[in-house]
């Protein structure tokens, strides 16, 4: 037993990418839209499919099997699978098979699986010779396409079997459901990750780094465009009867050795012979399914394992004896993942030709005869020989070469399967005679090239000076083709990455390095299609949105750009509107008492606001992508001092107003600022920040942090920013906001203009101890909060005032997770006050607790979202969905060190009548900041008499009818 | 290109349709379009225009007809009046008249 991490049911939803997976997905992301990995699984029905049954039964085995309904993403620059729930489509189509067999899976947002039907398309009567009239009633075909990320050959008999059992099921109409394996792929793939041995790799890289790659056959194309295949291929199989398989396997019992080596050996006879080499390696693709728990398991396991395959030995029976020795000790190295091989081996391609022997066949079933794979018109290696049992249990086998047309012409697949089965043929009869004495019957299309030396790049001289751009890319080139050892000396604007010594993972690496140096997208696919450092300096000029101004500094954190979020990209959207955006800047303002220690008070600002990413975030559209995003590497804002106690009192409110309200550019400065005001009496901080950084609860977080370091504390880890979260289901909120009017009517004294306005100011009352006692106490026994039953309270004042028994106010939910996290995670929700049908306060209560309820059960859903199904035809002359917010204020937090916190007058509105209800020792304290330019004072004050009023009414008699009689 | 043109590209470019499939009598925000998709397509207008194009206007003239005879007006130069300098000073205006 090896002291290894045992293979166990972990149940998680997310995990890594075993090494098989990620070959599959690096290969897919570098080629999207692209069908060389689809498995289309080809079913000729006896009769009629039942599609509904076939669909239930297709859920059972996806329900079964988790890898069947897995999604793959990156998180935090870490590929992941994601399991999701079993869904798939069943539909009858009339469209060409062969179209559908090579449509391409997006592996990002759809399961791996999808079916097709075709109603009475098999006319093969092939297998119903006996029946007369089969010809007549022709079948129904089904297609069953999986991508190669969730399946291989040998998962297909479990697969199989598992639909046969549930489609049986479901026609019976038994429970269809199929006991659950022991672990799932999930499981492999987290264990794969966690029992890689480097030690192994290496020490396999080092047998291998002697033997010369570069397997060309003759006849092979050369020139540039054949340097990297085409991925576009053919087909041509073979039969391989059950009497030269019965010699194979007493051929191999002879030679003690199996009989894929007795094929190997064969094959690699006849791609010495048609290469000139004496010396190469072919790729084994091997089930590496090492473990017992996973031989039932429907997932992609296989591995390629290079083979070193040298043309020693006279007889072929000395070819066996040889060959027999290495394929055991490749056995060893199943699990060596073959990119990570292929990436110890820099500078040279690894194995351009494969063998599979594909043992295990699908089974047939009363319902179908066995599935057969169809073409995809694809080539996965310059190369491919698959032997596979033939389904029908005769001991007969066929074969499969699949080739790259771009490599080579199409008639070497008929020649080259000749040739291998005229020499099987001949080395059963005669396993010792000399192998020199036989003649293959076609041989090599063309006299094989000699081996190039390899490592030597055909370049020609660039003459050309490479413009900003493209020594960007070359930096690129150089500083990913330096972590596997390339040495890169002169690059000019044709150099070639893959000539150079680099691969496709590599490729990878290096676009996502683009991103986060350069902070710009570029899509592999883009670069792969011309690997070159011109192409990739002309995708970075393409994807650079303006010039760099030189505004950044050193780097200190690299990022990728993140997608910033919903609440994010409006407020990104109103910072561009110039009336609007000094409404969306958070400034606070304290006076600290004279003696705290300016420096060290300075000194800990810095600390705080140097350790939250947020703090140092910059934002972009970016075109491509369509939307906000953000990088956080730029260097942190840093506190200054003035000295301000000479001056005059105009002089230090206009420069206070100017730290409180001057916009920042978003895309360039960093978005807070802080200034120790020196003042006679107090040292006062000014901290403005953005809102797309920073919400209420994160400025008193950095207070408080500032307090601690400033008295020497310690602090704990930042608690990492809002994510981008995906976008909740809209539906069930938007039913029970509907009907209600997206205005307010307001007791306005002047009328609204064509643009929003922001400058505000704010009026408040305190509700004596005995009414607020009261009215919390009344709203308590409804379940409702103090702050509820504020906003009831001001739809009846409102209601007093006018005709409108319907309202909508927006409200703040906190949205984040940790009381820590510095950045912006609030979200608006609506709430509705409907005081129709003449309800008493008691049970207008109870609507607005029932109204918040529903709110809050969908508080993911992001306003944007309300907005364009509730008042999509909103104009700037107002906020959208209602003019008047309420919230509930916080009296708890104070600033430390002794600090006052100081009222802000002016302040920015961001809607025309604020409301904030917050509960004091003296009692409820309301205030309200509304627009100046829409309300004289007056009217404020005498609204929060109203205010007072009605709440008295309330907690006179609570059972009383809420609002005035109208006739209705 | 007439300007009617640019405005259909713009439109295409933002709502990610073809330049055939743009209506040009129906507002951008029924067309599929959203706040941040107008700054997509107020970035693009504002590259074929002299005007002082603000993303208000957009909103205000909301169809491709209406974009593009909005910017074929040929109304006075504005004032290049930086938007947000005068928000600010109102601000402080405000706050010197109050305090």
Redesign the interface.
């Known amino acids: 037993m090896t002291d290894q991490p045992a293979l166990r049911a972990r149940g998680a939803r997310v995990a890594p990418l075993s090494f098989a997976q990620e070959r599959l997905w690096l290969v897919d992301a570098a080629a999207p839209g692209s069908p060389l990995y689809n498995v289309p699984l080809y079913f000729r029905w006896n009769g009629t499919v039942d599609v509904d049954a076939l669909r239930f039964a297709l859920l059972a085995v996806m329900a079964r099997h988790e890898v069947l309904r897995t999604t793959y993403a990156v998180v935090d620059g870490d590929r992941v699978q994601v399991v999701g729930e079993p869904r798939i489509r069943v539909a009858v189509v009339d469209h060409d098979p062969a179209t559908e067999a090579r449509r391409a899976f997006d592996l990002a947002t759809e399961p791996p699986v999808r079916c097709a039907v075709w109603r009475g398309l098999s006319t093969d009567s092939t297998d119903s010779a006996d029946s007369a009239d089969s010809a007549d009633s022709a079948d129904d075909t089904v297609l069953l396409t999986i991508h190669h990320i969730a399946v291989d050959g040998w998962s297909l008999p479990t697969l199989v079997a598992d639909l046969d059992a549930a489609y049986d099921a479901v026609l019976a109409g038994r429970d269809s459901t199929l006991p659950a394996p022991s672990i799932q792929y999930a499981d492999f793939a987290a264990w794969d990750r966690e029992t890689f041995d480097p030690d192994l790799l290496a020490g396999r890289a080092a047998e291998l780094a002697d033997v010369p790659s570069g397997l060309r056959l003759g006849g092979a194309r050369t020139g540039p465009d054949a340097a990297l295949g085409t991925n576009t291929g053919a087909w041509h199989q073979f039969p391989i009867a059950a009497e030269t398989r019965a010699a194979v396997d007493e051929l191999a019992r002879a030679v003690r050795a199996t009989p894929f080596v007795v094929f190997l050996a064969v094959y690699a006879e006849v791609l010495s012979r048609w290469s000139g080499r004496e010396e190469f390696l072919v790729g084994a693709v091997t089930a590496n399914r090492t473990r017992v728990e996973t031989e039932d398991l429907v997932g992609f396991f296989v591995n390629t394992v290079p083979l070193r395959c040298a043309a020693k030995g006279r007889t072929f029976a000395q070819r066996c004896a040889q060959l027999r020795g290495e394929a055991f000790r490749s056995m060893t190295y199943q699990r060596v993942p073959y990119d990570r091989l292929a990436a110890a081996l820099p500078g040279r391609g690894l194995v351009e030709v494969g063998f599979a022997l594909q043992n295990m066949p699908a089974p047939s079933s009363t319902r179908w005869s066995a599935p057969e794979v169809l073409p995809t018109g694809t080539a996965k290696w310059d190369v491919l020989l698959v032997l596979e049992d033939t389904p029908d249990g005769s001991g007969a086998m066929f074969g499969t070469l699949e080739f790259d047309l771009g490599r080579y012409p199409a008639e070497l697949g008929g020649r080259l399967a000749a040739d291998y089965t005229a020499l099987l043929d001949h080395v059963l009869s005669a396993p010792e005679a000399p192998l020199a004495d036989f003649a293959l019957p076609y041989g090599p299309l063309a006299s094989p090239e000699p081996l190039a030396r390899p490592g030597i790049p055909d370049t020609e001289p660039d003459t050309h000076e490479l413009t900003g751009h493209e020594k960007r890319a070359a930096g690129l080139f150089r500083e990913v083709l330096a972590e596997i050892g390339a040495r890169v000396a002169d690059l000019g604007r044709n150099s070639n990455f893959f000539m150079l010594g680099g691969h496709s993972l590599l490729a990878m690496t290096m676009v996502e390095r683009a991103a986060r140096h350069h902070g710009i997208a570029v899509r592999p696919s883009d670069f792969l299609a011309e690997p070159t450092v011109a192409r990739l300096g002309a995708l970075l000029a393409a994807g650079e949105r303006g010039p760099d101004t030189g505004h950044t500094t050193t780097q200190s954190e690299p990022t990728e750009p993140r997608p910033a979020t919903s609440t994010q990209?409006?407020f990104?959207?109103l910072d561009?509107?110039?009336?609007l955006?000094?409404a969306y800047l958070v400034p606070t303002i304290v006076d600290f008492p004279a003696g705290v220690g300016v420096d060290r008070l300075r000194a800990a600002i810095d600390t705080v606001l140097a350790r939250h990413p947020m703090l140092r975030a910059r934002f972009r559209?970016d075109?491509k992508l369509?939307?906000?995003v953000y990088t956080t590497d730029a260097e942190p804002a840093r506190a200054t001092v003035t000295d301000a106690r000479g001056w005059d009192?105009?002089k230090l409110?206009?420069h206070i107003?100017?730290l409180c309200?001057?916009?920042f550019d978003l895309a360039r400065e960093t978005p807070v600022r802080a200034e120790i005001v020196l003042l006679p009496d107090s040292a006062r901080l000014v901290l403005c920040a953005h809102h797309m950084v920073v919400d209420g609860a994160s400025v008193r977080v950095l207070l408080d942090e500032i307090g601690a370091v400033t008295e020497g504390r310690a602090l704990a880890e930042p608690v990492p920013a809002a994510e981008s979260r995906p976008e909740a289901d809209a539906d069930e909120l938007v039913t029970a906001l509907r009907g209600a009017p997206t205005d307010v009517w307001l007791p306005r004294d002047h009328p609204r203009g064509?643009?929003q306005a922001?400058?505000g100011?704010t009026r408040s009352i305190t509700l004596s101890p005995d009414t607020s006692a009261t009215l919390r106490a009344v709203a308590a026994e409804t379940g409702a909060s103090t702050f509820l039953a504020a906003a009831a309270v001001l739809a009846v004042t409102l209601a007093r005032r006018g005709d409108q028994r319907d309202f909508l106010f927006a409200f703040p939910w906190s949205g984040r997770d940790d009381a820590c996290a510095v950045g912006m995670f609030v979200n608006t929700l609506i709430l509705r006050v409907d005081l129709r049908g003449d309800p008493t306060w008691r049970q207008l209560l109870d609507r607005v607790r029932a109204a918040a309820a529903a709110t809050y059960r969908a508080a993911d859903v992001s306003f944007?979202a309300v907005v364009?199904a509730l008042h999509?035809?909103?104009?700037?002359s107002r906020p959208p969905i209602t003019p008047v917010y309420v919230a509930a204020g916080d009296d708890t937090w104070r600033p430390p060190l002794g600090g006052r916190q100081l009222p802000l007058?002016?302040v920015?509105v961001k809607y025309e009548l604020e409301l904030t209800a917050t509960e004091t020792a003296a009692g409820l304290d309301i205030s309200i900041a509304y627009q100046?330019d829409l309300f004289d004072e007056a009217t404020i004050t005498s609204l929060l008499a109203e205010f007072d009023a009605a709440t008295t009414a309330l907690v006179t008699d609570p059972e009383a009818p809420a609002g005035e009689e109208k006739p209705s | 290109m007439t300007t009617l043109d640019h405005v259909r590209e713009a439109w295409a470019e933002a709502l990610d349709i073809t330049t055939d499939d743009v209506p040009l009598d129906v507002s951008f925000f029924d067309a599929g379009g959203n706040s941040l998709l107008l700054l997509l397509l107020w970035e693009r207008l504002t590259e074929h225009t002299t005007r002082d194009l603000k993303a208000a206007d957009l909103f205000q003239h909301s169809t491709v007809l209406a974009q593009s005879e909005f910017l074929d007006a040929d109304d006075e130069p504005v004032a290049a009046a930086a938007a947000p300098q005068a928000s600010r000073s109102g601000l402080l205006g405000r706050a010197r008249r109050d305090g």
Do not use: G, H, K, N
């Open positions: 990209q409006r990104w959207f561009r509107i110039p009336e955006r000094s559209l075109r369509r939307c906000v009192a105009p409110d206009d107003a100017e309200w001057t916009p064509d643009a922001i400058e100011t944007d364009a999509p035809e909103r104009d700037l007058d002016p920015a100046v």
